[in-house]
Nanobody, 124 residues
Framework: QVQLVESGGGLVQPGGSLRLSCAASGFTFDYYAIAWFRQAPGKEREGLLC????????YYADSVKGRFTISRDNAKNTVYLQMNSLKPEDTAVYYC?????????????????WGQGTQVTVSS
């Protein structure tokens, strides 16, 4: 079955960096688009950015443009989220998700398989 496992979260000071990983199994990894989402306490889940099977990326959230980037290593069945210049408002549980059926990113509502999430806390 489809499995996605996030790792790399933790506590970081404002202005710092973290790299999250999303290890995938149970499907043909290099075919599907993969996206990162986050959910802060009391807020709705927010789509951040996506990477297509081609390696092209799409941003869903303007708030992370210029600070977050996404990449994938098909040999390792892993997608990464590099987060730089972190702010306290980036504090959230971060999730990766697989597109329901496509190699292309499309809209943020098209993701149907989720990991368990990893906590990121930005605080001094």
């Amino acid at each position: 079955q489809v499995q996605l496992v996030e790792s790399g979260g933790g506590l970081v000071q404002p202005g710092g960096s973290l790299r999250l990983s999303c290890a995938a199994s149970g499907f043909t990894f290099d075919y599907y688009a993969i996206a990162w989402f986050r959910q802060a306490p009391g807020k709705e889940r927010e789509g951040l950015l996506c990477i297509a099977s081609s390696g092209d990326s799409t941003y869903y959230a303007d708030s992370v443009k210029g600070r977050f980037t996404i990449s994938r290593d098909n040999a390792k069945n892993t997608v990464y989220l590099q987060m730089n210049s972190l702010k306290p408002e980036d504090t959230a549980v971060y999730y990766c998700a697989r597109h329901r059926s496509s190699s292309y990113c499309g809209g943020a509502l098209n993701y149907g398989y989720w990991g368990q999430g990893t906590q990121v806390t930005v605080s001094s």
